[in-house]
Each structure stands twice: as C-alpha cells, then as structure tokens.
C-alpha cells in the first residue's frame, strides 16, 4: 500500500515529471474523465491517458465563476482546475477528451474548449444494435483524432498490445476486488479506493506491478484474519475522483467496512473485458465498442443492467446494505434511486441514500445518519 | 488517534529512510504530510512510537536529512 500512498503524497511531484519527460521526448498526453473514452486508442498511439482529478472542493469557487452553481460538483471542480490553472495535470494534456454522459459536461466542453483543445465522443443514450453502431463511428472519429495529435497510426498489432495492456491493468484490479469477498475484507474500502483512483493516472504496467504486490501480501494477510463483526457495506452510484475520499472516510470512521464500489472508480471500470480476436482494425474496434457499451451508467435508458449488478455484488461480496452515494445535482443517478430501492426492498436489502457534494459541512449530519442506517441493519 | 510522523526537506530522503527501514523490518506507512505540520506536497513516514529510538539512531548512521519528528492527535 505504501507505494500508492506514495503516488498520492507526491501527486504533483513525480508523476508529473514522467509527463514532461514523455513531452520532450514527442510523446502527447491525453486528460479523460470517464470510463467510457477508450484507453486502449490513447495507448496505441503512443500517448499517456491521465484521468483527471475532479473531486476536490479546492476548484468548486473557480468552477463557479463560469458555471451556475446548481450543477453537479465533478463538473465545477474540473472546470475550475483549468480556469484557474491551478492542476499540473491539465497543465500537461496536449487534449482532453470528454463525452456526453450527462447535460452539464457536455455543456462544459463548449466552456473548457476556450482554455484547451477539447475532443467530444457523442456517447449514444441506449443500447439498440444501431447505438453500438454509432459508438463504433465516434471509436473511429477519436483514432483519427489521435492520430492526428500524435502522429502515429493505429495499426492491429500496437492496439492488439494495448488491448492486452489494459485487460491486464483490468485484471489486476479485479483480483484486489476479488480479495475484499473475504469477512473481514483485508484492506479497507479507503485504501481500495486509492488503489482505484491511481488507476486512472498512473503509469499501467507499473500500476499492474505495484497492484499484484499488494494483493500478494492481502492473500498473506486473509490467512491470519478473524471476523470483525463489522458490517459490510457496499457502495453504489456517482464516481468518486481524486481525492473525494469523504463518504469512505465517515463510514469507516464507523462500525463498518466497504467492500464494494458499484461506481465509475470501482467495478464499472474494470468489469468486462475486450476481446483480441479479429485480424482487422476494424474488428477491433468491433469488440472495443461491445465492451465499452456494456457498461452499466445511468446515462443510459432503460438501465435494467445496473440493478442486476447491484444484486450480483451484493451477494458475491455477502453486503449488509447498500448506500446509494449521490453528488448533488447528478439527476440520472439520483432518479434511478427510485428504481434501485424498489428492487432492493424486495430483496431485502437495506440501502441509505446520501446526496452530498465534496463540502465539509455536512459530514456531522452523514455520519449521524450513516450511524442510525448500521445500527437499524 | 494519535499518529506520529516524520516529516523530510524531500521526496528523496523521505524514499532513503523508507529503504532503510524496509532492510531493518521495520514497520512504517508512507503518508502525505498532514496540513496541520506543513502546507507542502512532500511524503512523510508513520511511524510506531516503540521504534523512535532505532529509527533515530538509523537516520544518524545513514545522514537522511529530516525536518523533524511530530505527533499528531
């Protein structure tokens, strides 16, 4: 764990040093903000992908100065980090690449594209065979842009190596989720989500590394541990970035553990993986687009996908209840709520609600209610 | 809880007694340095109270430069 905690110690320090390197020796960087922009196509030509931070209440009165408030709070911080020039890591990307999961980012690129070049991927909003077409198109419209920026192309054999890269970076995480199945889990939901969160910047084939190291000595560790009696919570809904530790911090302030993240930077990021078979580009891009719209994101309608996650996790990970973590203002996740606690009612299942945003003014009344919610399970 | 903590002019020296103290089995959680004890973005060492004495006398032998042992509440 120590050397996650030391990416996060010296996050404007070494990583950033490994960027400019990459710069001066031609090498592009490319900002993403969700898990729907293809590492893969990043990788292949040669770029470094950087998931940018966006959960920090250091940006939302920057944000603020060119967003109305009423809207969601990854979106102001993200949007003030450039505005106010004030993240390394947006100082680094020759690119950012957004998406149009929800209104509010897909109107903040129009805002953002003053500061920096800004690539949009029109995300379709259902599944149909034709919207998985339409993915492939904006696949095919992002490597053209890549190649562009980067000069180089595409070609099978260096996104057949990415693919591969990423279905080991994929894994890697997926064995440290497998590992919290344990009673007691053997790390904490806290440090589990840190490893999550380094995910998205880090350099991949360290982070696999670094990854099976810790999940080498957690295997060690599930030998000697004894149940906690803690309760077992899982975590559903909005993403948490860098560095919105704050719900994980409250609940395991409490009488309870979290052991699994039913979000952007937890299973969804990592679930499902993508196929190398195919001798063409284009086939590639064929299995690319099935994995990447078989994510289950709210954005999507219907969504009947999420639920049924939901209650896989809940009984691979053996939860006690569900809390429904939703930053303020993200409508398609705060309306699925609805549906989510009906199915989960029927289950039996305990869920909590929390619509927060990354303020510390309401932590005394989450921990209140958090407590009330482990003590009714 | 209270922590302890030992807090570096940098990352590197910060790396050196992380090193050091890995070689001698010795347990220690790499941190960032606490708002409260510095606004910089450094690395600092957690350390368990029982080993002070070892630790000091590892940073001498080895000349690591620190800024200083601290605890926390």
Redesign the interface.
Known sequence: ??YF??V???????RILELENHKKNGGKVVGTFCVFVPDEIILATNAISVGLCSGSQFWIEDGEKVLPRNICPLVKAFTGAKVSQTCPYFQSCDMIVGETTCDAKKKAWEIMNDYMPVHVMELPQMKRDKNIEQWKDEIKLFIDKMEELTGNKVTVENLKKSIDLMKRKRRALKHLYDLRKNTPSPISGLDALLVSQVAFSDDPERFIEKTEELCAELEKRVESLKPSGKKRIMVTGTPMALPNWKLHKIVESLDAEIVVEETCTGTRYFENEVSTDGNTVDDLIDNLAIRYMDINCACFTPNEGRVEDILKYADEYNVDGVIYYNLSFCHTYSIEHERVSKVLKEKNIPLLKIETDYSEEDEGQIKTRVEAFLEMI | MTRHYILFPN?NQG?KL?NCLKKENIS??????PRKLSTC????VIYDKENEDKIKRIIEQENIEINGFFTLD
Not at chain 1, 8 to 14: D, N, Q, R, S
Not at chain 2, 28 to 33: E, G, H, L, Q, R
Not at chain 2, 41 to 44: P, T
């Open positions: 764990m120590n905690n030391f996060v110690a010296e996050i404007h320090g070494a | 990352s790396i992380t220690f959680v790499i941190s960032p340095t973005c450094g690395i600092s």
